[in-house]
């Protein structure tokens, strides 16, 4: 063996590696997106419930029951509501988990020594999340319980009840929060589409026929977009049939609302596919691109099975995905009722991410062979 030689083919394979920059995304970067995206796959617990308060006693014992609750900061109080109607509001915009009701002659019940009881009303539209709020609900109101009676103060000794109440999905069905959130995963299928699409000709040779072409760059790539755009429209109302036939999901919502929301989504997904297909030249890479960019990230961490993480890294990559923001539209237009003017915050990010994607696309895309 000639280490010269040894060494001058590993210098030759190192800079290839350098060069290419699908070998070097491959080799380098994948390892460590894969970590932190499929990470989140084994690690199913809420980080954070957020809680908003409603309460009707208002004595000095339920203001230390709800201080108990958010002691460790697993439970943070981010509004305090009057009615049902503001309860509505909050849900609407995902501002809160759940909502916590201690009713009236809350501490009466506690020094008479009779069971105190509170109410825990949850976002069912998000069923998994839900299950697991009035789960860690219950056992801090048993821990408040345990210090009250280790204290001797009055009723403690009887323990409190925790009356559960699910909001949009009574029964806290996994399936009717789930194939809502699963349409952003199976319309990501038109923006690979769409990819493989436009490397297909470069790899087939049919791009050459382009470039003679009296078609203008932009006219191609918006060209390609539309088509690819309406057929994905059609599955998602196949998707949509689907899921309230098939499924029996409730769908509270629009249709044509639904549809207007769902091009939003197509437009913006399609728009980074496009990015992606200019830097690849067969579609086996756009593939491979396509699933680690949409597919995996979208599944895991954009907030289908668990809520999005508190960790920076993970809320940066769930923010940039369109997937999560879909999901919430999915949701609030199936499970809540919700309109465009409800959707507005999550609409109007997928639709500056689909301008700016197709604005970078265009910038990117010549027509020439490279």
């Not at 099975?305 to 237009?333: K, N, Q, S, W, Y």
Request: hydrophobic share 55%.
């Amino acid at each position: 063996m000639s280490i010269r030689r040894l060494i001058a083919v590993a210098h030759k394979e190192f800079r290839h590696i350098v060069r290419d920059a699908r070998t070097f995304f491959l080799v380098t970067i994948a390892p460590a997106f894969l970590l932190v995206t499929l990470s989140y796959v084994f690690s199913f617990d809420v980080g954070r419930v957020d809680m908003a308060i409603r309460d009707m006693d208002g004595t000095p014992l339920s203001r230390e029951f709800v201080a108990s609750l958010t002691a460790d900061g697993d439970f943070a109080v981010v509004a305090y509501v009057q009615g049902d109607a503001e309860i509505d509001r909050l849900f609407a915009r995902d501002v809160a988990d759940l909502v916590l009701v201690i009713p009236y002659g809350f501490a009466d019940a506690v020094g008479a020594g009779t069971s105190a009881e509170v109410q825990c009303i949850v976002d069912g539209a998000d069923a998994i999340t839900a299950s697991q709020a009035v789960g860690l609900l219950q056992g801090r109101v048993d821990a408040f319980g345990a210090s009250l009676h280790a204290r001797g103060t009055g009723g403690a000794a009887r323990g409190f009840d925790v009356v559960s109440r699910a909001w949009y999905n009574e029964t806290l069905e996994s399936l009717v929060s789930m194939v809502p959130g699963m349409m952003a995963i199976i319309l990501c299928m038109p923006a690979l589409a769409l990819a493989l699409a436009l490397t297909r000709e470069k790899e087939t040779g049919s791009f050459e026929n382009l470039i003679v072409a009296p078609v203008r760059g932009t006219e191609y790539l918006v060209g390609k977009l539309l088509a690819y755009a309406i057929s994905g429209t059609g599955s998602a109302i196949l998707a949509w049939l689907v899921a309230t036939l098939w499924f029996r999901v409730p769908f509270r919502g629009g249709f044509l609302a639904f549809l207007l929301l769902t091009a939003d989504y197509l437009v913006a997904s399609m728009g980074l596919s496009s990015v992606i297909a200019n830097f690849v030249s067969n579609q086996q890479s756009a593939m491979f691109l396509i699933l680690m960019v949409f597919f995996v990230p979208s599944f895991f961490i954009s907030g289908l099975i668990i809520p999005v993480a508190d960790e920076p890294i993970a809320r940066a990559i769930a923010c940039i995905l369109p997937a999560t923001h879909f999901i919430t539209i999915c949701r609030g237009v199936f499970l809540k009722g919700l309109g465009p003017v409800a959707l507005w915050k999550s609409a109007c990010i997928l639709l500056c991410v689909g301008f700016a994607a197709q604005i970078i696309s265009l910038g990117l895309f010549e027509k020439k062979l490279r």
